[in-house]
């Protein structure tokens, strides 16, 4: 069985450059994740997809974040524009329903913004 | 406000000897607790669960206990091996009916097991 996709792998972007991230899940799995795990911390949800639409986004930066998951399949975080404090590793995690607490990640795209 | 601590962010234990990782919660509501092992460069894998009407779930060389009055759980591997040297999370979940659930993460605690 696939596991969860992340591209790219490793991004280095300029401080108020705009930054996107891929993710496709395990194929099945209705509840998609992004967390942003920050050096020495835990990770930290961002972003909850229940198929296409939103179930908890309360912990998003909506001024400078925004994500997608159009068909309810592949989802896209993007952050516009960036800051020093976004550097972090952010994780993209799926699972077969909301309830479930069980999540599979992938492996993350780690930012760096100078 | 962290709801999830774990103290200790790294422990060191001989190969074959007992691994006690430890974690703390605030929030009394939390009624599913999970353990997630990370490996360098890789997101964090799965390891062993516990719902809150048990005390003690295990599975081969990881057993997890749960003390709910002193809002404590621990992660015992018995015996330690050198790959099970990673960085341990710790996360607890609170469950809205089955539409939701936000999985809480710790700060983690890495192991490194010495052979």
């Known amino acids: 069985e696939a596991g969860v996709a992340q591209s790219p792998r490793y991004k280095i972007i300029e401080k108020r450059q705009s930054v996107a991230f891929w993710c496709n899940p395990i194929?099945?799995?209705?509840?998609l994740y992004w967390y942003q795990q920050i050096l020495g911390q835990g990770p930290k949800l961002l972003i909850q997809f229940q198929n296409n639409g939103v179930v908890d986004d309360s912990q998003l930066p909506k001024d400078r974040f925004s994500a997608e998951r159009l068909k309810g399949v592949d989802s896209t975080l993007k952050i516009q524009p960036a800051k020093l404090e976004d550097s972090a590793v952010y994780l993209c995690?799926?699972?077969?329903?909301?309830?479930?607490?069980?999540?599979?990640f992938g492996s993350g795209t780690q930012l760096s913004v100078l | 406000d962290q709801q999830v601590k774990q103290n200790s962010p790294s422990l060191s234990v001989q190969e074959g000897r007992i691994s006690i990782l430890n974690c703390d919660y605030t929030n009394s509501m939390f009624d599913y607790f999970l353990w997630y092992k990370k490996y360098p460069a890789e997101g964090p894998t799965f390891l062993i669960s516990i719902s809150s009407i048990k005390d003690k779930n295990e599975d081969g060389r990881f057993t997890v206990f749960l003390n709910k009055s002193a809002k404590h759980l621990s992660l015992h591997i018995v015996p330690s091996q050198p790959g099970d040297s990673a960085v341990y999370f710790c996360a607890a979940s609170q469950n809205y009916g089955g539409a939701t659930n936000k999985l809480i993460f710790g700060t983690g605690t890495l192991l490194a097991v010495q052979p």
């Open positions: 995690a799926s699972s077969l329903s909301a309830g479930d607490e069980k999540l599979f």
């Open positions: 194929s099945g799995h209705a509840t």
